[in-house]
Each structure stands twice: as structure tokens, then as C-alpha cells.
């Protein structure tokens, strides 16, 4: 069986890390203001080492690669969206919707990992997607339970119906797809990413199932979490805008497990919904405010889990 949770994660250090005009289009989390770039890069950086300190505190074994300042890409910090890392020694690029976040696919990464001792057997490449206007913004995009092989996605602008059912075909996982909403100035929106509105680890998942306006589509996310034996901790729309969709489950170098999220999503949290997530492991909330202000994301969207099989 394959594991659901990590124990590498791959994380990008900023160096001009800012307010992403392309994204903005369709990412309703993110926020502008007229702070001066190089004081929003300097914040964002002192969170970035931050996170990574508590996250080695707790014997999880973190690849930190540094950002190149010669292409700008101010949402490097988010590389879950471009790659993902799996088992079997395959590797998936992916289709980004924003031009400048495109930029951040960088073979010399994937050489490094394989520096350090993990092995890769094949790259899956959709990105060729791109000239055809179909986008699928890896584990932003979809969330996989990896121990029962299925995958959940929001539909949207970045997530492509047809270019999820085939990495679905391609990784062997089972798809379920719905629509999922936001409301903004009055209206119901499309959430960008599936993983603000969802998180799945390996006994619970928590979601927001208000944002699936469709009642038989939501029925069925919650019927399909049901039957996969994982215990469902809803948040409402207001959490889901504290990024309390947006955690993940990482394990450490003895096998503890510990959900990873921001500060202002454990605040929004109830006594019970912390308690419920206590009882299953421990939770590292980290103080990120810039970087979920202006990139819209938050600590789920900076790791990207590395399953690849060792050398």
C-alpha cells in the first residue's frame, strides 16, 4: 500500500517573492497593498525560515532549494503546483495557468534529488497542455488519498476536467471531480485550488463541503470519504478563508506524523476541531501572514511531498 504521508518535503526559498498580478485573476485569497516589493520579499523570507526551523525541529527532512532571481517568479514558494513525486519513481510536471509561474519548472531540482540518493524512473510531461489553454496545477489542483487510490478535484480555470481524468488514468488513481465555490462581492466564484477547500491524511479529511453548492456532488464527496474509512472534519466557508483547507500531513524521521498549517488557520479552528486533529497527530501551526496575504496560499501550497524510492 502506498504511504499517504511524506516524510521529505521539497521547499523553495524565496528571493523576490510578491504580489502575482497573472494569478490574481482567479485567486480570491490574494490581497494587494502598497507595501514596498522588497519589504514583502524580506517578511516573506524570515516566515519561509521560520516554517523551516519548526518543521526540522520535529526530525522532518526538508530539500531547500534556493530560488533563482534571473526569471521572476514571485509564487515559487508554492512547488507543489508544478511537480509531483511518487512511488514508483515517477515525476509529473504540469501545466500552469499564469504564464510567469511557468517559469518555475526547473530541471536542475529534479537533478538534485537525484544527487541525494532518489530515484527517477520516468517524467510524465502535460505540459504541453499549456498551447491548448487546459491547465492542471498539480497537488493544488487535485488532492490524493494515496492509500486508496483516489483522486478529489475542484473543477476550475487551473483544473481541467479532461487533463485530470488522464493523470488519473496514468497514476491508476480513482477520479472524483466536482465543482467547488467561494463567495466574492455577492457572487459564487470557483475556488482556484482544490487544496484550500480540502485536506485528506491518512485516517481524516477535512473539508469544507459548503463550497459544493451541488447537493448530489457533494453527497458524493462525502459518501466517498465515508467509505474510505476517513473520519470528515468540516470547516465552514469562514475557515476555508483562513486557509483551513490548506494543511498537510508529513511524517518524521521516526515515523510520527504532524499536520503542518499556518497560525491563522489554527486560530480559526474550534476547541474540538483542534482536539479532533490532536487526537490523531500533532499540529506545527506556523506564522506565515505575508505569504498567505499575497500569494493567496499558505503552508500546504510550499511543500511538495517527495515519495520518490531511493537509489
Known amino acids: ?43 516573506a523570507l524570515s516566515e519561509f525560515n521560520q516554517m523551516t526551523d519548526k518543521l526540522r525541529q520535529k526530525g522532518i527532512r526538508l530539500l531547500i532549494v534556493k530560488d533563482t532571481p534571473m526569471a521572476h517568479t514571485p509564487d515559487s514558494i508554492f512547488p507543489n503546483n508544478w511537480v ?46 499549456e498551447t491548448t489553454g487546459k491547465f492542471l496545477e498539480g497537488t493544488g489542483s487535485m488532492i490524493l488519498d494515496r492509500e486508496n487510490n483516489i483522486a478529489y478535484a475542484a473543477l476550475s480555470e487551473r483544473t481541467d476536467k479532461n487533463l485530470f481524468l488522464t493523470f488519473c488514468k496514468d497514476f491508476d488513481f480513482e477520479a472524483v471531480f466536482f465543482k467547488a465555490n467561494q463567495t466574492v462581492e455577492g457572487q459564487r466564484l470557483p475556488i482556484y485550488h482544490t487544496n ?7 485516517k481524516y479529511a477535512v473539508v469544507c463541503l459548503n463550497t459544493i453548492d451541488d447537493a448530489q456532488e457533494r453527497e458524493n464527496v462525502a459518501g466517498i470519504l465515508k467509505k474510505s474509512g476517513k473520519e470528515t472534519i468540516e470547516i465552514s466557508e469562514e475557515q476555508m478563508h483562513n486557509f483551513a483547507g490548506n494543511m498537510l500531513q ?53 511543500m511538495a511531498e517527495v515519495f520518490l524510492p531511493g537509489k
Do not use: W
Open 196 to 202: 484550500v477547500m480540502m485536506c485528506v491524511a491518512d
Open 250 to 302: 508529513v511524517k518524521n524521521n521516526v515515523g510520527e506524523s504532524f499536520l503542518v498549517m499556518s497560525q491563522s488557520t489554527f486560530d480559526s479552528l474550534s476547541e474540538k476541531q483542534r482536539e479532533t486533529l490532536s487526537s490523531y497527530n500533532e499540529i506545527i501551526a506556523v506564522n506565515i501572514p505575508t505569504v498567505e496575504k499575497y500569494g493567496g496560499g499558505s503552508a500546504r501550497c510550499m
Open 1 to 43: 500500500m502506498n504511504m499517504q504521508a511524506s516524510n521529505t518535503i521539497l521547499m523553495i526559498e524565496p528571493v523576490a517573492f510578491g504580489f502575482n498580478e497573472e494569478t490574481a485573476e482567479n485567486n480570491y485569497f490574494q490581497q494587494k497593498d502598497n507595501t514596498e516589493s522588497s519589504e514583502i520579499q524580506q517578511k
Open 84 to 129: 509531483s513525486f511518487h512511488e514508483d519513481g515517477r515525476i509529473a510536471l504540469y501545466p500552469m495557468y499564469a504564464e510567469n509561474r511557468r517559469k518555475e519548472r526547473r530541471t536542475d531540482i529534479l537533478e538534485q534529488l537525484e544527487q541525494v540518493g532518489f530515484q527517477i524512473s520516468n517524467i510524465v510531461d502535460y505540459t504541453s497542455n
